[in-house]
Each structure stands twice: as C-alpha cells, then as structure tokens.
C-alpha cells in the first residue's frame, strides 16, 4: 500500500519534470526554427488573420466597455472628493498600465489561444504532423513557429487597441454623459501618463504575455494525446494555464516597473 | 479567402494597431512635454520639500517648462537637493527663486519658480540660491494655535 503511493509519487514526478523539459525543448525547437516564419512572412501574415483580426471585435467591444464602466464608477467615487476632472487620469491609467494589457491578454488566450491548442492538437491526431515529416518538411518550423511569431506581434497591437477604445469610452460616458469638463478630463490625463513609465511598460507586458499565451497554447497541442478526450481536454488546459500566467507574470512585471515612485 | 484579402485585413489591422499606439502615444501620454536633447538642468535645494516627487512638473506663470529630473538627500548640509530639468527654449535670469507649491488644496505638488531680474541667464549646472520649501500644514496649524495662544496670553 505505502510501496504503491510512493511509486505513484514517483512516476508523477518523473511525468511532471519531462513535462517541463519537454516544453523548455519545444521552445527552444520554435526559437531555432523560427526563420521559416520571417523568410515565408506570408505564413505568419495568414496565422495573423486567424489569431489577431479575428480576435479584433471581442476586443474592441470589451475595451470599450471596460472604459465605460471605468468611467461610470470612477466619476461616482471621485465625485465625492470633488475631483471629477481627475477622472480622466483614473481612467488612461488603470487602462494603459493594467486593464489593457491583461484583459485584453485573458481575452486573447480564451479567443485565440484555445483555437490554436485546437488546431494543432487535431493536427496531430489526424497525423497531419506526421505526415509533414514524412514529405521532409519539419512540422515546427512550417505551423508552429508562423502561429507563435503571428501571436506576439498580434498581442500588443490588441492591447493597445483595448486601451485607447477604453479611453474613448471612459471619454464617452465621463464627458459626452455625465459631463465633465472635456479640457481638464484630456490635459490631466496627458500631464499624469508618461510615455516610457506607463505606455511603454504596459507594451513590453502584452509582448511577454503574447509570448507566455502562444507558448502555452502552441505546447499544449503539441503534447496533447491524439484522442478527442486529449484534445478538449489540451484546450481547457490552454485557458486554465495561460490565464493563470498572464496574471502571475502581471504581478512581477508589475512589482519590477511600478516599484517605488 | 484570397489571399489578397487576407493580406488586407492583415494590413488594416497593423495600421489600426499602430494608430492606437500613437493614439496613446500622442493624444493621452504627452511626449511632447520635455525631451532630453534640449534641456538644461539646475539644481536647488530646500530645507523642506513636503510631497515632491521625481518627474512633477516645474511651472513659471502657471506654465509648464520643465519637470524635476532627481531628488537626492545632502547629508552635509541636510537639505534637500532637487535638480530641475527645463526646456531650452526656456531662459531663466540667475537670481530666479524656486518654491514648492501645491495645486490646489489636496493636488500634487510642483516647484513654481518667479523669475529675477538679473542679466546673466541660468546656464547648465547652475544653482538656485532663492528657495522656499513646502508649506508643512502640520506646522502651518502649529502655527497658527501657537499664535492665538500668544494674543490670548495675559500680558
């Protein structure tokens, strides 16, 4: 009984340790092998369409809603401190910082992430894979590496788009609405964000979580096993794994930026 | 779908990405503000500088012309040095005094500085020598209680 527990341990250890070698290795394979991606742009041009201009209305929607809401509630709590016009500081902030590169990176993980897991995990069931390699084409280099490079250049032009759709629609509902002063909600706004400190911080996040949620979701169709169960499950596994990551990364990217003043 | 189309809708969604960036860049950060080519920095030092931050702005006549690039702690003198980095285009005399003020009530707080009328300008390096600190609102009240205490006493 004791015997049967530790061998349990044990082969779950060794399973979770070539798991992470494996991955470490793939992204290694995807890096070494990316030249296929720039040297046929055409590849990573349609790989965008799929990841980037696809996920453009799920994110321009919610990015606006976001800001008006983020209008809406903001205005309710400064109104009370009689600072209405800093709302338009309230707003860009909480957007260009934090919002906008990790909403709009949980989006595109639940959007486009799980398609790509799909994709390659069916890819592989159905041998597809397999039968690149047999015509001498490395499978990495020709889907995986054009998806990969797609993702992280897709990723910070979403994020942006999520902010300033935001920001026009905290400007909606804070000045067209309620009716803050439309000079003060703009020139608070443009003295109190800073090009390098917030726009740029918040770029190089949605560049790395671009790269955390292709990664994840590009190795979870890899490995996934070739059954149906293997691939729904592969998918869920995508979204549950890199959402969780966006948001652990967030908290050291942000403690490394934002520290201090 | 062609794959012109698709090239397309690539396009459009780069130029759409590239625009919110600039967007963010131009309309809702300032990079206009102060770039560093064309600065000079000055330094002043306060006995007191309350609430001031690196990067508040530095106003003459309620404008902006520059922003505090460092605040550093002289631990011989004990007071602190702040170093001012203002556009070129902004020339200040040499006897120009600098106070820290704050903007409105609970606001940040910046350095205002009241121009002089000395001939010679402030060159790179220069000092500040007229300086007024923070007004402290603890010591403001502790004032103004010790003060009424004074005309209440008995002669």
């Known amino acids: 009984m004791l015997r049967r527990a530790i061998e349990n341990l044990g082969s779950r250890t060794i399973d979770g340790v070539w798991r992470i070698g494996f991955a470490a290795r793939f992204f290694v394979a995807v890096l070494l092998h990316s030249g296929t991606a720039f040297r046929r742009f055409g590849l990573t041009i349609r790989e965008m369409y799929f990841s980037g201009v696809l996920s453009l209305i799920i994110i321009l929607v919610s990015g606006l809603f976001v800001g008006m809401v983020l209008g809406l509630q903001g205005y309710e709590t400064l109104q009370t401190y009689g600072s209405e016009e800093a709302l338009g500081i309230l707003v860009a902030l909480s957007l260009v910082r934090e919002l906008g590169p990790v909403v709009a990176a949980l989006l595109f993980a639940s959007r486009a992430g799980s398609a790509i897991t799909a994709e390659i995990g069916l890819m592989k069931a159905t041998e597809q894979l397999t039968a690149m390699e047999m015509m001498a084409v490395n499978p990495i280099a020709r889907v995986i590496a054009p998806r990969f490079w797609a993702g992280v250049i897709s990723m910070p032009f979403l994020a942006a788009l999520f902010s300033a759709m935001g920001i026009f629609g905290g400007y909606l509902v804070g000045v067209q609405l309620i009716g803050v002063d439309e000079g003060a909600f703009w020139s608070q706004m443009q003295s109190a964000v800073d090009f390098e400190e917030d726009i740029l911080n918040g770029i190089i996040k949605s560049v790395v979580f671009g790269v955390a949620i292709t990664a994840i979701a590009l190795f979870e169709g890899y490995d996934a096993p070739p059954t149906a169960e293997g691939v729904s499950g592969a998918t869920t596994r995508t979204v549950v794994t890199s959402s969780l990551a966006v948001l652990a990364l967030d908290f050291v990217l942000t403690a490394f930026m934002f520290r201090g003043v | ?155």
């Open chain 2, 1 to 155: 779908m062609s794959k012109t189309v698709l090239d397309l809708w690539v396009g459009l969604f780069v130029i759409a990405g590239i625009a919110a960036l600039l967007f963010l860049a131009l309309k809702v950060g300032s990079m206009t503000a102060v770039n560093v080519g064309n600065s000079y920095e000055v330094v002043a030092r306060f006995d007191n500088i309350g609430g001031l931050k690196p990067r508040a702005p530095v106003k003459s006549a309620g404008v902006v012309v520059g922003r505090v690039a460092s605040i550093q702690f002289d631990n011989e003198t004990y007071e602190a040095a702040v170093t001012l980095r203002i556009d070129k285009r902004y020339q200040f005399p040499k006897d120009t005094s600098a106070a820290i003020m704050t903007s409105g009530l609970l606001g940040e707080q910046y350095i205002g500085l009241e121009a002089g009328g000395d001939d010679k300008m402030l060159k790179d390096r220069d000092r500040i020598f007229l300086t007024q600190s923070a007004v402290v609102l603890e010591n403001l009240i502790g004032h103004l209680i010790y003060g009424k205490a004074q005309e209440g006493a008995p002669q």
